[in-house]
């Protein structure tokens, strides 16, 4: 298709039925909340800008955003909530009641067969201080900036072993062939 | 554990350690890059950041992000793609060479069992207006606004058949009980 073909390019304009299309999250199934959301807030930074709980369908979901300078989430909850959905990169975490007490439960991290999805990435200021703030929390690392072949790229697992890329921006500057 | 539980409220200060780390990207494998940058590049306005080819591993990157006003995409290879890795909400596309030629190839959508990923999801302007964009373009339809129990929000399927939730951020403000 050549519209694709240009799309390697970043040539094409957008259609203009497309205007104010966010990216707004990912969601990913988690056994425990409590576990996820300690890793997340702690090793991460992330903040739950909004909780909805589904009592009739027996799940909870949690809205997760690395806040930055700027950011201003409103107070009042119906606020908040339009504001969460108007956000850009978010990550939503869906809790099915009851999976966290269940013996041996485990969600499919899309990395062992059969695969799909891969692995949510984060961009980092210095990633030498990055490894060694996962050191220092216990993250389980999958492989470390100075292994394999992708140097200066990271990959740990979340509690549920979803697998974090963390990179440095510019240290990727001469990535790919 | 006090420390999820007082997240819930997102009262808590990130760890200074994590200032500056940003939800980058999320990575989903497609068949067909073909395929799957003609669905996103019309239907979702995205464009292609940066694509990256391993020739070594035999696989290529797509980072592809709906571009907004205001974004100023560096020309420079090197500068774009290091630009590329300062953003947030990105979604990138990994395409190992030769499933778009292998008979019956599908990749895992994460909600058929084992189930892990669920979606990404879009914030719209105008819901009603999405919906009928997403007509016009064949798109497949897992759910439209007004079926199941959570109304205002749609649900389609992108060419490998990852879900992709739609919103309109003001119409869900009383989500949730």
Chains 1, 2 share one sequence.
């Not at 203009?16 to 890793?39: D, I, K, Y």
């Not at 027996?58 to 909530?81: I, N």
């Not at 740990?156 to 990179?167: A, L, M, N, Q, R």
Request: aromatic letters at 12%.
């Amino acid at each position: 298709m050549s519209f694709a073909g240009e799309q390697h390019m970043g040539v094409v304009t957008p259609p203009p039925e497309t205007q104010g299309f966010r990216l707004n999250h990912l969601m990913l199934r988690v056994a425990s909340p409590e576990r996820s959301l300690a890793f997340y807030s702690r090793v991460f930074g992330m903040q739950v800008l909004r909780r909805l709980d589904f009592a009739e369908m027996q799940f909870s979901l949690y809205f997760l955003a690395r806040l930055e300078e700027g950011d201003s989430v409103p107070e009042a909850q119906d606020a908040r909530t339009t504001w969460t959905f108007q956000q850009k990169g978010l990550l939503e975490l869906t809790h099915n009641w009851g999976t966290e007490t269940q013996e041996g439960f485990a969600y499919h991290d899309g990395n062992a067969e059969p695969q799909g999805f891969g692995h949510i990435c984060f961009s980092v200021p210095d990633l030498a201080k990055a490894q060694a703030w996962f050191d220092a929390n216990d993250v389980t690392f999958i492989k470390r900036a100075d292994q394999g072949k992708m140097k200066d790229v990271i990959f740990v697992k979340d509690p549920d072993g979803y697998w974090i890329e963390v990179v440095q921006a510019d240290l990727l500057a001469n990535m790919g062939d």
